[in-house]
Every structure is written in structure tokens, then in C-alpha cells.
């Protein structure tokens, strides 16, 4: 089963997407994750990428369909699930080729709604284990009062440099500009199911998963 989680930053994609990961052995596929790979790496396509991303721009289709379509040719058992890609109606239609010339499609796009004040206050909270990954909020899920992390006990923990106010009005202009259109797109195609996502990680979890087994 393949699948695209859409939503605005902070909606919540990453943390449903390593749900899904953990409980129905999927692969994740964040463009996010493999950019902030590629800037670390210190080459010049890295320090491109990341100036683009501190300003809470999109990185080019050109770059982010490269990355996805490497990925792709890894082919996963358990399914793909699509984390923050793709975000222009560009990107929609290379997933589409890539998956089709794959012989596979997409069986769900979910549009996880929530209210833009909500997003600035989870965005401007947030942090990861910077071991494992696993998201905390100061507002919603503290890191442990022991200071390590639930799931790998690590001790180091990370803020994103594009998660500041500036930067996240940014992405915000970029994503009803250029990615909120992909609702009506996939709306046309009969692929979207829309998900409150304002609820507790539990609910928001539920909900995704009475969609992926109707
Ligand atoms: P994310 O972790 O999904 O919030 O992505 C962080 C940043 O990476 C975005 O603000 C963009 O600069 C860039 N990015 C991630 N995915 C894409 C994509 N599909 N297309 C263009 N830029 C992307």
C-alpha cells in the first residue's frame, strides 16, 4: 500500500508517518529528512539546499524527484509512505509516472486539517531525539524529566533552523501557494480522504488508520 500524508508544516506528517512505520513495517519517504541529509554533507548542492530551507522555501521539483525516484528503485515490501512529498502539482505528476511505470499506485492521499494558529505554536515548541528522531513538543510531549528519550534513551536533543516564526510563515506562504492546490487534485482524482489533525497523536493515529482499512 502506497500512500501520501499532505499537510501544511507541523501538521503532524512525520510523526503519523514513523507511526505507520513501526506498526505496519512501511517505508518513509520524507524529502525533508533527505535534504537535511544532503546539507550535512557539506558538499555544494548541500549548502544550496540549505539556504533554500532556512528561508522556508521549496528546494527545486528537479532536485526533490531525484531523490525520490533513488528511493523508489529501492522498491519497499511494506509500502511507501509519501512525507512532505510531493508538495507541487509538478512533483504530484512525476509520483504519479514514477509509480505507475513501477506498475503500483496510490491507494490513499490524506489531508490532515489543522488550524493555522495551532501550527505556529506546535512548530515553534518543537524538537527531536537526535539519535532516534522521535518528535517532542514542549506543549504537548515534553522530553522526559530524566532528560533522556522514551524510545532510544538518548540524551542529545535538536532544533530544526527553519522551525522559527519567520521561516514558518514562509512555508506556510508555500504551501497554500504552491502545495494546497494538490487537494483539489487529488480530491479529482478520488484519492483524497481528509483527517482532523488536531486531536492527540493517539486520535490522529486512529483516524488515519480507519482510513487505510476501509
Ligand atoms: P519538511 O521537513 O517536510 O518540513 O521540509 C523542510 C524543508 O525542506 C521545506 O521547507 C523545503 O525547503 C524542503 N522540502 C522538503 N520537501 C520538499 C519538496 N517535496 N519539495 C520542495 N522542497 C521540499
Not at 539556504?51 to 531523490?67: F, K, N
Not at 479529482?188 to 482499512?213: C, F, Q, R, W, Y
Request: negative net charge; hydrophobic residues 35%.
Amino acid at each position: 500500500m502506497n500512500i501520501i500524508l499532505l499537510g501544511p508544516p507541523g501538521a503532524g506528517k512525520g510523526t503519523q508517518a514513523r507511526r505507520l512505520v513501526e506498526e505496519r513495517g512501511m517505508t518513509q519517504l520524507s524529502t525533508g529528512d533527505m535534504l537535511r541529509e544532503a546539507r550535512s554533507s557539506g558538499t555544494e548542492m548541500g549548502r544550496k539546499v540549505a539556504e533554500v530551507m532556512d528561508r522556508g522555501e521549496l528546494v527545486t521539483d528537479e532536485i526533490v524527484i531525484g531523490l525520490i525516484a533513488e528511493k523508489l528503485a529501492g522498491n519497499a515490501g511494506g509500502g511507501f509512505i509519501f512525507d512532505g512529498f510531493p508538495r507541487t502539482l509538478g512533483q504530484a505528476d512525476a509520483l504519479g509516472a514514477l509509480l505507475d511505470r513501477m506498475g503500483q499506485k496510490l491507494d490513499a492521499v490524506i489531508e490532515m486539517r489543522v488550524d493555522d494558529e495551532a501550527l505556529v505554536a506546535r512548530i515553534t515548541a518543537r524538537s527531536t531525539c537526535g539519535n532516534c528522531g522521535e518528535v517532542y513538543n514542549d506543549l504537548t510531549k515534553p522530553i522526559p524529566a530524566d532528560g533522556k528519550c522514551s524510545k532510544c534513551g538518548g540524551t542529545e536533543f535538536k532544533r530544526r533552523a527553519d522551525d522559527n516564526e519567520d521561516s514558518l510563515r514562509q512555508r506556510l506562504m508555500e504551501y497554500y501557494k504552491k502545495t494546497s492546490p494538490l487537494i483539489g487534485y487529488y480530491y479529482a482524482k478520488g484519492d483524497l480522504t481528509g483527517v482532523d489533525g488536531l486531536g492527540e497523536i493517539d486520535e490522529v493515529s486512529g483516524a488515519i488508520k480507519a482510513v487505510l482499512d476501509a
